[in-house]
């Protein structure tokens, strides 16, 4: 069983930058895949990055590739997402998920963070 809770989430200008966390709880963290996904009003969630569980591969939407970076720290139980150059498209609630595999849909990740709301002002 794994237990996540996501945290900087807020509002930005384009341009910016937010730095967003999940925060895991259970022993077996570090053998799960993490990923970020977003769902803005009245849109399908959609993948956005996922990590292995090592942390040696990465994987990244083509919409946030060169402007989100994924990554973990296994000791703190932790996965965060650097988001930079936001833009208003970029709006939306993120999750954090963990699952046994890498995956881009939102079916193969079995554990689900509450969401956290990025906002991205014009």
């Known amino acids: 069983q794994v237990q996540l809770v996501e945290s900087g989430g807020g509002l930005v200008q384009a341009g910016g930058s937010l730095r967003l966390s999940c925060a895991a709880s259970?022993?077996?963290?570090?053998?799960?895949?993490m990923g970020w996904f977003r769902q803005a009003p009245g849109k399908e969630r959609e993948f956005v990055a996922a990590?292995?569980?090592?942390?040696?591969?990465?994987y990244s939407s083509d919409s946030v590739k060169g402007r989100f970076t994924i990554s973990r720290d296994n000791a703190k139980i932790t996965v965060y997402l650097q988001m930079n150059s936001l833009k208003p498209e970029d709006t939306a609630v993120y999750y954090c998920?963990?699952?046994?595999?890498?995956?881009?849909?939102?079916?193969?990740?079995?554990?689900w963070g509450q969401g956290t709301q990025v906002t991205v002002s014009s």
């Open positions: 998920a963990a699952g046994p595999r890498y995956g881009s849909s939102w079916s193969s990740y079995d554990y």
């Open positions: 259970g022993r077996t963290f570090s053998s799960y895949v």
């Open positions: 990590i292995s569980w090592s942390g040696g591969r990465t």
